[in-house]
């Protein structure tokens, strides 16, 4: 039987590639979003009129949402990659290494935009609140 070109640990590789690359989106998104709001209520709203900051936030904050749910959506494929991989092949897997599975599955979308929104509006209200 020929060596299969993609294997299971390339799955998990992915995977975890991507889970990455989504919790540096969402670190970069608050660290953007604490920076800016910092930044207009000591004083920078004196300098930058709150308008093009609350735009500019939201542009960043679009893009950043973008670039996040392309990586959930690669996470998600290969979390279902793992897990079918899991139902077809149930005696290649060790029992002991079973529940260790679970740790694949990817978490519900409609959070990942929940938070984001959530973040974003923050964000937005402490710039345009800014004394």
Known sequence: MPEQSVTLRDAFAVYNAQVDLGVKFFT???????????????GGHQTIPRLPVAIG?????????????????????????????????????P??????????????????????IFVDAVAIVAIVTAP
Request: glycine content about 6%; hydrophobic content about 50%; aromatic content about 18%.
């Open 28 to 42: 970069f998104l608050q660290v953007v979003s604490v920076a800016v709001a910092a930044f207009m209520w000591t």
């Open 57 to 93: 936030f939201i542009l960043f904050a679009a893009g950043n949402g973008v670039l996040l749910w392309q990586a959930y959506r690669v996470a998600e494929r290969a979390s279902g990659a793992i897990q079918r991989y899991r139902e077809k092949h149930p005696e290649e897997i």
């Open 95 to 116: 029992e002991e290494f079973s529940p260790l599975f679970s740790t694949f599955e990817n978490y519900p979308g409609w959070q990942l935009a929940v938070i984001h």
